[in-house]
């Protein structure tokens, strides 16, 4: 007689929450819980021999909570051994082991709970010999028969299975092998039983009630395996014979839910796919677009809806019939309403005002909108994007706006190839499919910030979308078909014109949008902005009056730019202030219109002069100060211009014109020359230009020790010196800097100049002359010199501009002197007169 096998006394245990091992089965167990990593960790990673370690595998008690009384151990486990564990610690923890019941044992006493579970165990089983417990339940009669009846519904439970599946016949072979001790755990396991079901068959530690409360689990399987298969078998002679597809696609395992029929499905797919071909049909394409739509269709239909390409297949076909290939809208072209609008939405912009009503017209007349692609060009907050909108509106036609800022693949533009995972069309069909029309109006905004990146280059795609001569034929990469963009009127938007591509900019016609004066400015804010904000923070007139002597005071003292998005900003901090002590008012105190028209008039003053502001409450100075703190800009240019070499000049900007103080000192040296202000390299070459001409015109402009020139050290600095710096139109400032700091006589502080200049004293003509004007007047700067050239460019400057400021024309470097310093600058020396050349531009 064999000996038999003892297990430990000291078992560690493996708690188990949704399953249960027993004796003579193997199951896989994810490990979750932290005291089973800690017990892989330790006891069973790094061992080269698993199979001889033994670990106890205990349920976890049903309805017990562990924050309960702690008790949540089942009494009764299984001794397992572990075949292997498998997992990784990277990123966490993650291990599922292989484990084989033994036999069952009783907990006796936990001896420690952390870091895992260990506990005093009592073995319940011997491990011995199979033939001598065959041999007992021989002797047996009524325990023989129980287990040879079980067998035999164990067998026939495997018989219903299909055999043709490996698993099946494995499963088939072993059941002829397992011992009858062994059969009810093993068939209990394979089962479908419930977690309680399955604990029960664990504490039957007694064979005959073992089979007893097994048994009923194995002739409920079988049961439910012959209403499977009757179903299954009714279900084929139902169904009408179909297409090997749609026999595959009901044969299909489907989620089992109450009341969930396949068929049901099957013809709601059917419907869908038929829906699309209506929809395809009723569409107006074109004949090519027609043709490959009906093709894509066809092997839709013989798909598949397994297969990855029949989802692709299908988003593809519903773009194709969302396209607005025929749908437009009517135009509504009334000039005079036009204009009508433009003026109410916009005040000023008259240049592109006319532009776009000369456009309309044009389209009136002609009924094409074949033309150069209007681009607005102008600084940040000046209401480029607000008038393409009004544009649309006036047409009455649908408005979409296309972000260019940042984009650096061409597929944005041109779409992705439907060959890629996660393809879809390009910004241009997708704003078509938006809006639903084929004649929208498009703005490409901040078409100036696309940028070449690794998957093409952007703006060369958009070279046929703004192209009239082939936009009619737009080929997009997902579409794969011509589709007519002629009807959609593009409108473009930069700040500047200097990074767009030189092709992409042939094609666009540049209407520039200038800055905004002071008076200007007042108009929009009283008109349009006020309003705005008080909207917006809950305000009305009756809480809030805002002067236009205050607005006049937040556009000179507290901002500074071209347009009026910091206005506006400033003008929504004094609602914040004053919604703050709105809101406490009304909290404190009844409405004035609350209060009964029966009071006393001492009554009334006692209720309105609990607040020390009465509503409505109008902005004046201290108070702006209050709200907006101290003042960001002040105008000293007399301070700052009360000694030599200092002067002021005008620059242009991508946001506005800017004043621009130069700045020069001397010393002993040898003749070094240093600039200062992170100038770029065309504004280095002006000033070491103007250096040149004073230094070799010395005696002729009266600098005393023109020979000690060569030996002085100079220093030219452009203050607001972390602001990059580049251009030629600095040349007859830092020339005026230069004399006024030789010649000891300071420049006129209410003069600003600009201009570039040549070696023989020449001053050619500069752009931006608005912005540097404008500039100029914000600052309160109301004498300026510009170059001779630039006379004609004054039109652009409003009138009452014009009549508050004072032009002065130079043709030549004598003339800025003249006008730059009080009382004149004396004539140069005849003899380098007759030298100066009359300028031919």
């Not at 044992?105 to 952390?114: P, S, W």
């Not at 299909?252 to 796919?273: F, L, T």
Request: aromatic content about 6%; charged content about 25%.
């Amino acid at each position: 007689m064999a000996a038999s096998i003892t297990i430990p006394r000291k078992l560690p245990l493996l708690i188990v929450a949704d399953n249960v091992l027993l004796p003579g089965s193997t199951i896989r167990l994810p490990i979750k819980r932290l005291s089973n990593l800690n017990l892989v960790k330790s006891r069973l990673l790094g061992r080269n021999t698993l199979s001889s370690t033994i670990i106890g595998v205990i349920p976890k008690e049903p309805n017990k909570h562990e924050n309960g009384d702690g008790n949540i151990f089942h009494k009764i486990g299984t001794a397992a051994v572990v075949v292997q564990v498998t997992g990784t610690n990277w990123p966490t923890p993650n291990y599922t082991v292989l484990i084989t019941g033994i036999c069952r044992f009783k907990i006796e006493e936990i001896l420690q709970e952390m870091p895992y579970p260990i506990a005093m165990v009592t073995q319940l089983e011997q491990l011995a010999v199979a033939d001598e417990i065959d041999e007992q339940i021989k002797l047996d009669p009524e325990l023989g028969v129980v287990a040879e009846n079980f067998r035999e519904q164990a067998l026939k439970l495997v018989d219903m299975l299909d055999v043709s599946i490996p698993v099946v016949a494995k499963l088939k072979k072993m059941l002829d092998d397992i011992p009858n001790h062994q059969l009810p755990d093993v068939c209990a396991s394979i089962v479908k039983a419930s977690v309680t079901e399955r604990i029960q068959i664990l504490d039957a530690i007694d064979l005959r009630e073992r089979y007893t409360k097994a048994l009923p689990l194995l002739m409920r399987q079988i049961e439910g395996m012959k209403l499977l298969r009757n179903a299954k078998r009714s279900s084929f002679e139902i169904i009408p014979r179909r297409k090997e597809n749609n026999i595959r696609r009901f044969l299909k395992q489907r989620p089992k839910m109450h009341g969930y029929d396949d068929d049901d499905e099957n013809d709601d797919e059917i419907d869908e796919i038929q829906e699309i071909e209506q929809k395809i049909k009723s569409v107006k394409m074109p004949d090519n677009a027609m043709k490959t739509a009906m093709k894509e269709f066809k092997r839709l239909k013989t798909m598949p809806s397994q297969m990855p390409e029949h989802a692709m297949l299908r988003n593809y076909l519903e773009l194709m019939v969302d396209l607005p290939w025929g749908k437009s809208t009517e135009d509504h072209l009334d000039i005079e309403q036009a204009r009508t609008d433009l003026d109410d939405d916009h005040f000023g912009l008259e240049k592109l005002k006319r532009r776009v009503l000369e456009f309309l017209a044009v389209k009136q007349l002609k009924n094409s909108l074949k033309g150069p692609i209007l681009c607005f060009v102008g600084p940040p907050g000046v209401g480029k994007t607000s008038v393409g909108r009004s544009v649309a509106r006036t047409l009455g036609r649908q408005f979409h706006r296309i972000a260019l800022g940042g984009v650096y693949d061409q597929s944005d533009i041109r779409g992705h190839r439907r060959t890629y995972i996660g393809s879809m069309p390009g910004r241009v069909i997708q704003g078509l499919r938006t809006v639903g029309v084929n004649n929208p109006v498009f703005l490409l905004d901040e078409v100036d910030k696309l940028s070449r990146g690794l998957h093409g280059d952007p703006a060369a795609a958009l070279l046929e979308v703004l192209d009239p001569e082939q936009n009619h034929s737009f080929t997009d990469h997902y579409l794969n078909v011509p589709f007519d963009l002629s009807q959609v009127l593009f409108i473009a938007t930069a700040n500047t014109t200097s990074t767009i591509p030189p092709a992409l900019l042939d094609r666009m016609e540049v209407i520039e949008i200038m800055g905004y004066t002071q008076e200007e400015k007042v108009h929009i804010a009283s008109r349009y902005l006020v309003p705005k904000q008080l909207e917006k923070h809950g305000l009305t007139s009756e809480h809030l009056e805002i002067p236009n002597e205050m607005i006049l005071q937040i556009i000179s003292k507290h901002t500074r730019e071209a347009g009026v998005r910091d206005l506006e900003r400033q003008l929504a901090a004094v609602c914040r202030a004053v919604a703050v002590r709105v809101a406490k008012t009304s909290s404190k105190n009844p409405k004035l219109s609350d209060i009964d028209d029966d009071a006393s008039g001492d009554d009334a003053a006692a209720i309105t002069s609990d607040h020390h502001h009465s509503l409505p409450l109008i902005i004046d100075e201290p108070m702006l100060d209050e709200f907006l703190g101290c003042r960001k800009y002040e105008i000293d240019t007399v301070g700052r211009l009360n000694q030599p070499g200092v002067c002021i000049g005008l620059a242009w900007t991508s946001f506005g014109g800017e004043i621009m103080y130069i700045e020069a000192s001397r010393m002993d040296g040898e003749g070094k020359v240093k600039f200062t202000g992170k100038l770029g390299d065309v504004m280095k070459e002006s000033a070491s230009l103007a250096l040149s001409w004073v230094r070799s015109n010395a005696r002729l402009l009266y600098i005393q020790d023109a020979s000690q020139l060569m030996k002085t050290d100079l220093h030219i600095h452009f203050p607001a010196g972390a602001v990059p710096k580049d251009g030629p139109s600095a040349g007859v400032a830092i020339v005026t800097v230069l004399v006024s700091l030789f010649t000891g006589q300071c420049v006129r502080s209410d003069t600003a100049m600009t201009g570039e200049i040549t070696l023989r004293g020449l001053v050619l003509p500069v752009g931006g002359i608005k912005e540097k004007v404008l500039a100029a007047y914000r600052t309160g700067i109301h004498r300026v010199i510009l170059p001779k050239k630039n006379k004609k460019d004054l039109w652009e400057i409003p009138q009452y501009v014009q009549d508050k400021m004072k032009f002065v024309f130079a043709s030549c470097l004598e003339d800025v002197l003249d006008a730059a310093f009080d009382g004149g600058f004396p004539p140069m020396m005849p003899e380098k007169l007759n030298s100066l050349v009359t300028s031919k531009l």
